[in-house]
């Protein structure tokens, strides 16, 4: 069995990073990997790692070397910079945070457009091994988007969660 998960939303509070990030700048578009430098200068206190939710830490310890983490770096927002400082970006923020230490640095996926592809690649090598995939994403169309390549997919609700 191999278990695929979406990072931000699901593994990681993405709505308290955004908060800290607006408290820092004034706004949430500040993208770039030296940002999290910038909020411990801001909050010593702050604890990237902190942001993990304890579920999904405890799931990624109890299924260890069984998952793989799928995340985009293409966000909706206009005011974003090029891809590369946005993909160095998500990259640190999961190296930072511990989730790469826990799951292996070569089951950890940025991927900008291409999510789908990504989830049919991971689909085929996981069939050819013989095990079954599930994934988990908090975006609706991210779960449709893996049914449509036949895996199975469940939405991860948070709302309410802290």
Request: with cysteine.
């Amino acid at each position: 069995m191999r278990y695929i998960l979406d990072f931000d939303g699901v593994i990681f509070n993405t709505e308290i990073l955004k908060v800290k990030m607006a408290e820092l700048s004034g706004k949430e578009h500040l993208r770039n990997a030296s940002v999290f430098d910038a909020l411990v200068e801001h909050d010593p206190s702050f604890n990237l790692s902190a942001l993990v939710f304890e579920d999904a830490r405890t799931f990624l310890r109890e299924h260890e070397g069984a998952c793989d983490i799928v995340s985009s770096f293409i966000s909706s927002d206009e005011d974003n910079t090029d891809e590369v400082t946005i993909q160095a970006y998500q990259q640190t923020k999961i190296e930072r945070c511990g989730v790469a230490d826990l799951v292996g640095g070569l089951h950890v996926h940025i991927v900008g457009m291409s999510k789908a592809e990504k989830l049919a690649e991971l689909k085929a090598d996981f069939d050819a091994q013989g095990l079954l995939c599930i994934f988990v994403d908090d975006r609706k169309e991210h779960v449709q988007m893996a049914k449509d390549v036949g895996i199975r997919a469940f939405l991860m609700d948070r709302q309410g969660d802290g």
